[in-house]
Protein backbone atom coordinates (compact mmCIF):
# COMPACT_ATOMS: atom_id res chain seq x y z
CA UNK A 1 0.00 0.00 0.00
CA UNK A 2 1.75 3.60 -1.10
CA UNK A 3 0.84 6.78 0.82
CA UNK A 4 0.31 10.22 -0.19
CA UNK A 5 3.18 11.48 -2.11
CA UNK A 6 3.82 15.35 -3.05
CA UNK A 7 5.49 17.22 -5.20
CA UNK A 8 7.39 19.55 -4.99
CA UNK A 9 9.02 19.45 -1.40
CA UNK A 10 10.03 22.41 -1.28
CA UNK A 11 8.98 25.75 -3.58
CA UNK A 12 10.02 29.25 -4.19
CA UNK A 13 8.14 31.96 -6.26
CA UNK A 14 7.92 35.68 -6.38
CA UNK A 15 4.08 37.73 -6.25
CA UNK A 16 2.68 37.57 -9.17
CA UNK A 17 3.75 34.29 -10.15
CA UNK A 18 1.63 31.12 -10.85
CA UNK A 19 2.59 27.83 -9.34
CA UNK A 20 0.74 24.05 -10.18
CA UNK A 21 1.35 21.82 -6.81
CA UNK A 22 0.77 17.71 -7.31
CA UNK A 23 -0.69 14.86 -5.09
CA UNK A 24 -1.20 11.54 -5.37
CA UNK A 25 -3.78 9.69 -3.30
CA UNK A 26 -3.25 6.69 -1.32
CA UNK A 27 -4.09 3.53 -3.48
CA UNK A 28 -7.72 2.89 -3.21
CA UNK A 29 -8.34 6.15 -2.56
CA UNK A 30 -11.10 7.89 -4.26
CA UNK A 31 -10.77 11.50 -3.38
CA UNK A 32 -8.35 14.33 -2.61
CA UNK A 33 -8.54 17.21 -0.45
CA UNK A 34 -6.50 19.98 0.31
CA UNK A 35 -5.21 22.19 2.98
CA UNK A 36 -3.05 25.11 3.49
CA UNK A 37 -0.99 25.28 6.87
CA UNK A 38 0.02 28.76 7.60
CA UNK A 39 3.35 28.55 10.46
CA UNK A 40 2.43 27.76 13.75
CA UNK A 41 -1.78 27.34 12.39
CA UNK A 42 -3.76 23.86 12.11
CA UNK A 43 -4.80 22.98 8.33
CA UNK A 44 -7.51 25.47 6.60
CA UNK A 45 -9.38 23.18 3.93
CA UNK A 46 -9.65 24.92 0.43
CA UNK A 47 -11.41 22.07 -1.53
CA UNK A 48 -11.97 18.50 -2.27
CA UNK A 49 -12.76 16.67 -5.70
CA UNK A 50 -14.60 13.48 -5.96
CA UNK A 51 -15.31 11.88 -9.33
CA UNK A 52 -12.67 14.68 -10.78
CA UNK A 53 -15.15 17.45 -10.02
CA UNK A 54 -15.18 19.91 -6.97
CA UNK A 55 -17.08 19.17 -4.17
CA UNK A 56 -16.89 21.58 -1.42
CA UNK A 57 -14.65 24.56 -0.80
CA UNK A 58 -13.34 26.27 2.14
CA UNK A 59 -13.11 30.16 2.54
CA UNK A 60 -10.42 30.87 -0.53
CA UNK A 61 -10.45 32.91 -3.47
CA UNK A 62 -10.89 31.87 -7.48
CA UNK A 63 -6.88 32.10 -7.92
CA UNK A 64 -6.91 28.69 -5.99
CA UNK A 65 -8.39 26.53 -8.13
CA UNK A 66 -8.04 22.09 -9.02
CA UNK A 67 -7.87 19.20 -10.73
CA UNK A 68 -8.31 15.56 -10.15
CA UNK A 69 -7.37 13.17 -12.25
CA UNK A 70 -8.73 9.46 -13.65
CA UNK A 71 -6.09 8.16 -11.51
CA UNK A 72 -7.07 9.65 -8.86
CA UNK A 73 -4.06 11.81 -8.57
CA UNK A 74 -4.54 15.71 -8.18
CA UNK A 75 -3.51 19.40 -9.09
CA UNK A 76 -3.92 22.64 -6.56
CA UNK A 77 -3.28 25.66 -9.14
CA UNK A 78 -2.56 28.85 -7.73
CA UNK A 79 -2.29 32.46 -9.46
CA UNK A 80 -1.31 36.01 -8.92
CA UNK A 81 0.50 34.93 -5.75
CA UNK A 82 0.53 36.96 -2.81
CA UNK A 83 2.60 36.77 0.29
CA UNK A 84 0.39 35.88 2.58
CA UNK A 85 0.15 32.42 0.28
CA UNK A 86 3.38 30.86 2.12
CA UNK A 87 2.43 28.31 3.57
CA UNK A 88 2.76 24.19 3.87
CA UNK A 89 0.09 22.80 1.56
CA UNK A 90 -1.01 19.59 2.53
CA UNK A 91 -3.31 16.88 0.36
CA UNK A 92 -4.74 14.24 1.85
CA UNK A 93 -6.44 11.31 0.58
CA UNK A 94 -9.66 9.09 1.40
CA UNK A 95 -12.59 7.33 0.23
CA UNK A 96 -15.69 8.96 -0.42
CA UNK A 97 -17.55 6.18 1.93
CA UNK A 98 -15.95 6.91 5.14
CA UNK A 99 -14.36 10.69 3.73
CA UNK A 100 -13.77 11.59 7.27
CA UNK A 101 -10.75 9.63 7.74
CA UNK A 102 -7.88 11.79 5.94
CA UNK A 103 -4.31 10.41 5.10
CA UNK A 104 -2.24 13.44 4.41
CA UNK A 105 0.69 13.74 2.64
CA UNK A 106 4.01 15.21 3.82
CA UNK A 107 3.15 18.38 2.25
CA UNK A 108 5.00 21.10 -0.27
CA UNK A 109 6.55 24.00 1.67
CA UNK A 110 5.62 27.10 -0.80
CA UNK A 111 7.63 30.29 0.14
CA UNK A 112 5.93 33.77 -2.36
CA UNK A 113 9.34 36.64 -2.19
CA UNK B 1 -19.31 28.55 9.90
CA UNK B 2 -17.46 26.04 12.78
CA UNK B 3 -15.03 27.48 14.76
CA UNK B 4 -12.62 25.11 17.13
CA UNK B 5 -10.47 26.15 20.22
CA UNK B 6 -7.60 24.12 21.60
CA UNK B 7 -5.62 24.11 25.04
CA UNK B 8 -3.25 24.79 25.44
CA UNK B 9 -1.29 25.73 23.00
CA UNK B 10 2.44 24.46 24.61
CA UNK B 11 2.12 21.49 27.11
CA UNK B 12 5.53 20.25 28.84
CA UNK B 13 5.66 17.11 30.87
CA UNK B 14 8.14 14.66 32.53
CA UNK B 15 8.21 11.36 30.84
CA UNK B 16 5.36 8.89 32.50
CA UNK B 17 3.30 11.81 33.23
CA UNK B 18 -0.31 12.26 31.52
CA UNK B 19 -1.39 14.89 29.32
CA UNK B 20 -4.51 16.80 28.36
CA UNK B 21 -5.33 18.73 25.95
CA UNK B 22 -8.87 20.24 25.03
CA UNK B 23 -10.74 21.07 22.58
CA UNK B 24 -14.57 23.24 22.31
CA UNK B 25 -16.29 23.96 18.74
CA UNK B 26 -19.28 25.90 17.80
CA UNK B 27 -21.48 24.01 15.20
CA UNK B 28 -23.76 21.78 16.94
CA UNK B 29 -24.01 19.84 13.44
CA UNK B 30 -20.51 18.36 13.69
CA UNK B 31 -20.72 14.74 14.65
CA UNK B 32 -17.09 13.97 13.73
CA UNK B 33 -13.85 14.71 15.54
CA UNK B 34 -10.20 13.63 15.27
CA UNK B 35 -7.20 14.08 16.99
CA UNK B 36 -4.02 14.04 14.62
CA UNK B 37 -0.42 13.88 15.62
CA UNK B 38 2.37 15.96 13.14
CA UNK B 39 5.71 15.10 13.54
CA UNK B 40 8.05 18.14 12.32
CA UNK B 41 8.60 17.35 8.40
CA UNK B 42 5.69 15.21 8.20
CA UNK B 43 1.66 15.94 7.27
CA UNK B 44 -0.78 15.21 10.43
CA UNK B 45 -1.35 11.58 11.17
CA UNK B 46 -4.87 10.62 12.29
CA UNK B 47 -4.31 8.83 15.76
CA UNK B 48 -7.62 8.64 17.39
CA UNK B 49 -11.36 9.97 16.59
CA UNK B 50 -14.61 9.86 17.94
CA UNK B 51 -18.47 9.79 16.62
CA UNK B 52 -21.32 11.89 18.30
CA UNK B 53 -22.80 9.07 19.52
CA UNK B 54 -19.97 7.98 21.69
CA UNK B 55 -18.85 9.44 25.19
CA UNK B 56 -15.22 7.91 25.28
CA UNK B 57 -12.87 5.76 23.75
CA UNK B 58 -9.44 4.51 23.97
CA UNK B 59 -6.51 2.95 22.04
CA UNK B 60 -3.90 1.83 24.62
CA UNK B 61 -2.12 5.04 25.97
CA UNK B 62 -4.51 7.55 23.67
CA UNK B 63 -8.04 8.27 25.18
CA UNK B 64 -10.91 10.61 23.95
CA UNK B 65 -13.64 12.27 25.55
CA UNK B 66 -16.80 14.11 24.37
CA UNK B 67 -19.39 16.11 25.79
CA UNK B 68 -21.78 17.08 23.29
CA UNK B 69 -24.14 19.08 25.47
CA UNK B 70 -20.97 21.57 26.20
CA UNK B 71 -19.60 21.34 22.89
CA UNK B 72 -15.82 20.26 23.69
CA UNK B 73 -13.68 16.81 23.85
CA UNK B 74 -10.29 16.17 25.09
CA UNK B 75 -7.43 14.08 24.22
CA UNK B 76 -5.79 12.24 27.05
CA UNK B 77 -2.11 10.79 26.75
CA UNK B 78 -0.92 8.30 29.78
CA UNK B 79 2.28 7.47 30.78
CA UNK B 80 4.22 10.00 28.48
CA UNK B 81 7.34 9.27 26.57
CA UNK B 82 9.47 11.31 24.67
CA UNK B 83 8.52 9.94 21.21
CA UNK B 84 4.80 11.28 21.87
CA UNK B 85 6.25 14.68 21.38
CA UNK B 86 4.77 16.15 18.05
CA UNK B 87 2.38 19.03 16.92
CA UNK B 88 -1.29 17.66 18.24
CA UNK B 89 -4.42 19.14 16.32
CA UNK B 90 -8.21 18.50 17.26
CA UNK B 91 -10.48 19.06 14.34
CA UNK B 92 -14.52 19.22 14.54
CA UNK B 93 -16.43 17.36 10.98
CA UNK B 94 -19.79 17.92 10.14
CA UNK B 95 -21.29 16.24 6.46
CA UNK B 96 -21.49 18.56 3.57
CA UNK B 97 -22.72 17.13 0.52
CA UNK B 98 -21.99 13.75 0.65
CA UNK B 99 -18.38 14.64 2.59
CA UNK B 100 -17.02 15.54 5.73
CA UNK B 101 -15.64 18.81 6.07
CA UNK B 102 -13.13 19.59 8.94
CA UNK B 103 -12.24 22.52 11.27
CA UNK B 104 -8.71 22.48 12.78
CA UNK B 105 -7.55 23.78 16.04
CA UNK B 106 -4.95 25.61 15.95
CA UNK B 107 -2.29 22.70 17.66
CA UNK B 108 -0.69 22.22 20.86
CA UNK B 109 3.21 21.87 20.69
CA UNK B 110 3.85 18.91 23.53
CA UNK B 111 7.16 18.51 25.01
CA UNK B 112 7.74 15.49 26.84
CA UNK B 113 11.22 15.53 28.78
CA UNK B 114 12.99 12.64 29.32
Same mark, same amino acid.
Given at each position: ????? =??????????? =??????????????????? =????????? /??????????????????????? *????? +???????? %????? +?? %????????? *???E?? /? /?? +??? *?? +??? | &? #?????? @??????? #???????????????SNYFPW??? #????? @??? !?IDIRSNVGEKKD???AVTLNKT???FS?? !?????? #?????? $????? $? @?????? !??? $? &?? &??????? @?
Amino acid at each position: ETGVT =QSPTHLIKTRG =QQVTLRCSSQSGHNTVSWY =QQALGQGPQ /FIFQYYREEENGRGNFPPRFSGL *QFPNY +SSELNVNA %LELDD +SA %LYLCASSLW *QGAEKL /F /FG +SGT *QL +SVL | &G #ENVEQH @PSTLSVQ #EGDSAVIKCTYSDSASNYFPWYKQ #ELGKG @PQL !IIDIRSNVGEKKDQRIAVTLNKTAKHFSLH !ITETQP #EDSAVY $FCAAS $F @PSGGSY !IPT $F &GR &GTSLIVH @P
